[in-house]
């Protein structure tokens, strides 16, 4: 966050403790016991409200989709040792997890549903992976950590929350996380999609190979949010209406987009950067 913050983006500052540190450890119950010990930080207060309260236009779509090819641009300068680590949620690693949750799917046709898509990523993705780029991104850009400020006549981004998922990973994922969360409930998900990487486009240009694979990473990530979802729910079925905040819609997108193929959404997509 400081290096983000020292090149001008909009993002929590984090606030030294009074022994000037950014994190500090706190004891709980037994003073010497280091299982009662938590880490603890604070940040400063970001104004604003969430992208999730807001109607979000094309013009919102783009602005958003420009923010992040913003912060990835900056994060090529920047690596740190505790973002190459394994994380479920990181998108490179979706086919694995999806695949090792599926025995958890108990309805047939959402299984079928989810093999198709896997079937586009080791047909369409996995032949050409080795050839894209990879840095430290946010990993979890969706419109829940995203701050926005409304005026009279638009509405601005003036905020980026949670980096609770920084991950050495494709960059190409950023666009496809925050696009694949943005075209959840859209009447028109693609247009919601080409117009976040159009934005994205022109602070971080994606290569022919990202931009041929995007709209597939996309379906990869509501694949994990689907899936995940389903099966958090099986452990904590108290929890049921929090879980299925991304879930069901995931569920019920992939089943819409299922027709869309993802030559016509690269085709769409090459129009809109002409």
């Not at 001008?8 to 022994?19: D, E, G, R």
């Not at 236009?57 to 602005?63: F, G, R």
Request: proline share 5%; aromatic share 8%.
């Amino acid at each position: 966050m400081d290096h983000l913050k020292k090149n001008s983006l909009p993002v929590p500052n984090p606030i030294l403790s009074v022994s000037g540190e950014n994190i500090s450890v706190m004891n709980l119950n037994q003073p010497n016991d280091c299982l009662n010990q938590v880490f603890v930080r604070a940040l400063n207060y970001l104004p604003g409200i969430l992208l999730s309260d807001v109607e979000l236009t094309l013009p919102l779509c783009y602005s958003f989709g420009k923010i992040l090819g913003k912060m990835d641009q900056i994060l090529l300068s920047f690596n740190h040792s505790g973002a190459h680590r394994y994380m479920a949620w990181d998108l490179a690693n979706s086919k694995k997890v999806i695949v090792g949750h599926l025995p958890f799917i108990n309805d047939n046709e959402k299984r079928t549903l989810v093999q198709s898509y896997i079937s586009l990523y080791d047909s369409k993705v996995l032949p050409i992976l080795y050839t894209v780029r990879k840095a430290i991104i946010h990993g979890d850009p969706n419109d829940h950590n995203i701050l926005v400020t409304k005026k009279e006549d638009s509405v601005d981004i003036t905020g980026i929350l949670d980096f609770g998922d920084f991950v050495y990973s494709h960059i190409v994922n950023e666009i496809s996380i925050a696009g694949g969360y943005a075209m959840l409930g859209k009447p028109d998900p693609i247009k919601i999609l080409v117009e976040m990487v159009a934005g994205y486009h022109t602070e971080f240009p994606l290569t022919l190979d990202e931009r041929k694979i995007v709209y597939i990473l996309a379906c990869m990530r509501l694949c994990t949010s689907a899936v995940m979802g389903s099966y958090n729910i099986t452990l904590q079925p108290e929890n049921a209406e929090y879980l299925q905040v991304h879930s069901k819609p995931a569920w019920e997108m992939l089943d819409r987009l299922k027709v869309i193929s993802p030559e016509s959404v690269f085709d769409i997509l090459e129009d809109r950067l002409k």
